[in-house]
């Protein structure tokens, strides 16, 4: 019997030692490519058994198709979200796909909290004066966490750490979620809807994932009920967030800053170098000109162990699917 082959795409150089070891450790050949794949790249997995890939690009209909005729079934994304996937050219293709349901759930909360604090503590203006050379304090004194009221919109695995974070600082804490987690309730104040998070939470952080009821569920409506100064954290993901309506509302004062790990527009930009390139997006460009706002390049997963258990899981599932034909981390039945 042949070995079982897997072709591993978009592999950056901190996943390879893992994919290695995972391999060995499963006796089954891993092939690493940096490529994207897409339609034209495609064709690179033939002869394989499953394809594994991380991109914030699309996953396109054309492309299962491709690796269809090819023979191959079975297709592992090494993230939690999966809103990439056109799900309905996977099943039409016959193609199964999973994701990596929870990875570290601490990697992403500490994040979030600890951009949270740069945010409430004016992290980013007292970085400029100090390289003004400018070591006043005036004009940018700053909150504390023990005294707000945080929201939580999400409380899965995600929002479940950070408010046990936030928990830690003395914050009160309110949640919004459809799915209500009664453990969490001890430490929590669940509300009965994501209206009353906007008006009650001096800051809101977002672990909620994207979905087509919930896209852009923080838009000039949203803004406009929220408490005048908010804060805004969101390392979930930039479809939650209508950007126009977060800069407008930064503009008039309503929002003190935010914290953006995500964005709507990133797909062309995050994880790719720009260096001595210019921007295209005008938006972006002023999210980066911002000292009332934090962007960082949706990297609040990226910790050593987030990175080996996202290879373990997902080649873990692939095998599966190969194995079996199933798995229980499918996205879609």
């Known amino acids: 019997m042949n070995k079982m082959k897997f072709l591993a795409y978009n592999v950056r150089e901190d996943e390879r030692i ?16 940096e490529e994207a794949i897409t339609p034209e790249t495609a064709d690179l997995a033939k002869g394989y058994n499953g394809i594994c890939a991380l991109q914030t690009s699309e996953y396109k209909s054309d492309m299962f198709k ?21 799900i309905e050219g996977a099943k039409k293709n016959k193609v199964k796909v999973t994701n990596v349901p929870g990875y570290s759930p601490s990697a992403i909360a500490e994040f ?6 740069e945010l409430i503590r004016r992290v980013p203006y007292f970085e400029q004066r100090m390289e003004e050379q400018d070591f006043r304090w005036n004009g940018y004194i700053s909150k504390e966490l023990k005294h707000m009221t945080i ?22 804490i309110l949640a919004y ?20 998070i906007f008006k009650e939470a001096d800051l809101i952080t977002l672990h909620a994932p994207a979905l087509e009821s919930n896209y852009h569920m923080i838009d000039k409506k949203a803004v406009d009920l929220m408490k005048q100064g ?15 309506a977060l800069l407008a509302g930064l503009n008039s004062g309503k929002i003190a800053g935010a914290a953006l790990d995500t964005y709507e527009g990133e797909a062309e930009y995050f994880s790719h ?23 960082t390049p949706h990297i609040a997963f990226y910790t050593e162990q987030a990175v080996e258990n996202m290879v373990d899981i997902s080649l873990d599932s692939l095998k599966e699917l190969v194995e079996t034909g199933s798995s229980k981390n499918e996205i879609y039945s």
């Open 230 to 244: 908010v804060y805004l954290v969101n390392t979930a993901r930039g479809s939650l967030i209508e950007t126009e």
């Open 177 to 196: 979620d459809v799915y209500r987690n009664p453990e969490l309730e001890k430490i929590v104040t669940y509300v009965d809807s994501i209206e009353d």
């Open 66 to 86: 491709k690796i269809a005729n090819s023979g191959i079934q079975s297709f592992a994304v090494r993230s939690v979200g999966f809103d990439s996937v056109d």
């Open 273 to 295: 170098s720009w260096v001595n390139k210019q921007i295209k997006d005008p938006i972006l460009t002023e999210l980066l000109s911002r000292k009332d706002i934090i962007v």
């Open 18 to 33: 893992y994919i290695q070891n995972w391999s060995n450790k499963n006796n089954v050949i891993v092939d690493m490519t």
């Open 112 to 117: 979030s909290v600890g951009k949270a604090l």
């Open 151 to 172: 929201g939580v919109i999400g409380t899965g695995r995600i929002g479940h750490s950070a408010a046990t974070i936030y928990q830690g600082f003395g914050s009160k």
